[in-house]
């Protein structure tokens, strides 16, 4: 039997025992700004953080709580990223909330507690323990959108997540349970191997993985799994909006590539062209729609659509004609576009709360007029985020689009190569939205007279985010080639 392997669960149990301490300790917190707690909250994090980060630059692989927990270059790197994300979230955050009396201990609990539940998925090697994480992530997710308990567009928000999320749940359950009940096993690596025996009924296995599939494609927020993403995203305080566009992307992505591609590679054939027909559905629905909108929340949400639609299109070229030669480069490329798009969409809804105050929530397109007048940094700290978002160089989103587009047309088929040109012209239909708010920023009067006020450093962190996307955009090597190892390493584990 494979031992405990205490040390495979190191950065879980302090996030865990933190959590419990920062849920405490708030409740002798007097402060109305919550600074201990904020402060104790980011320490958490960042030691969570390192010691992802730690044992990603290990390299190595290893199985722990007898064969429950794998930890492996991927899912720490993807971990590590969720804890900047949702560090970053929670300052973008804390101005906002204290402004609207919401700056509540449950804020930080509860956001450490979906942290721990992304963690969990992050490194899952049995189906119980992705279904684990999948729940403590997303109950707490749904307490936090009706934070604002006497705001009925976000009762009504969370009633739609919670109820809609259940649903997804019990998709992806019953498609693992069709799975366990086909290969008798609900380890990971044991129903790989029971799958390439080929002495498997594959009525029942395809029946199973349709399930998992619509099961993931609604975490994704992918097409016709989509329909909570706009109300969630505009129903939802800002700040917990960002919480559900940032971090819980990469639990989403990590469990995809455990249970398609480390559990259910034999069936790549039939996965594949599931997820062909989600990306472009997810690409058309997503850039249409998204012209039509003049709330800026549910246009980023159509938009996030969108670029769910790209990350599904890398994914689904993974093997071609029966080789995997192309798996490393695929997989990789969808995790960096994956990264790009949480940096960039980190920005966006942070300058948001940057311009909304107490009575005024700057929701919608108009909101942003004459913006470049008013305070011209934040215009142009905006306009990379949406340049970046469009696909336009030197933002770190045109590389993304660029290393999707040359993973399906390296493939040589001509199937891939007409998704890739799809790809493109969706791509443009979708530049015009993004570049339309640009020009309400620059080009239109403002709408809005009064002051806008920077507090806490949000200032420099959005001229730090805006950086970012530029610098990661001119020099992508480094990151490109932290997601090509974690994702190569796990494939050969």
Known sequence: MTPMNWP???????????????????????????????????????????????AFN???TAIGMQGLVVSDPMGHLLAFFAGVTTMITIAYARPTLESRDMLKGEFFSLSLFMLLGISVMCSANNFLVVYLG???????????????????????AAMKYFVLGALASGF???????????TGSLDIPRVFEQISTGRINKEVLIFGVVFVVAGLAFKLGAVPFHMWVPDVYQGAPTSVTLLIGGAPKFAAFAITIRLLV??????????????IVLAVGSLVIGNLVAIAQTNIKRMLAYSTIAQMGFILLGLSAGVVTGNTL???NAYSSSMFYLVSYVLTTLGSFGMIMYLSRQGF??????DFAGLAKRRPWAAGVMSVFLFSLAGLPPM????????????????????????????????????????RVVKVMYFDEPTQTEPIVSTQGVSALLAVNGLAVLVFGLLPGGLMAMCREAIIKALAS
């Open 8 to 54: 495979v669960i190191y950065p879980e149990m302090w996030l865990l025992a933190m959590a419990c301490v920062v849920t405490l300790a708030d409740l002798f917190v007097t402060d109305p700004q919550r600074r201990p707690t904020f402060w104790l909250t980011q320490g958490t994090i960042a030691g969570f953080s390192l010691l992802h980060l730690a």
């Open 361 to 366: 929530e700057a929701e919608y397109i108009d």
């Open 396 to 435: 770190v989103g045109f590389y993304a689009k660029l290393a999707i587009l040359q993973a399906l047309v390296s493939t040589n088929v001509t199937a891939y190569i007409w998704l890739a040109v799809i790809a493109v012209l969706l791509s443009l239909i979708g530049a015009f939205y993004y570049i």
């Open 326 to 328: 192309s798996a490393g």
């Open 262 to 275: 480390e559990g259910m590679l034999g069936l790549a054939v039939d996965w594949q062209q599931m997820l």
């Open 172 to 182: 992806l359950l019953y498609g693992l349970s069709m799975m366990y009940g086909a």
């Open 58 to 60: 290990t390299g190595e």
């Open 134 to 156: 999948l729940e403590l992530m997303s109950l707490s997710l749904y307490a936090l959108v009706a934070l604002r308990r006497d705001h009925a567009v976000s009762t009504e």
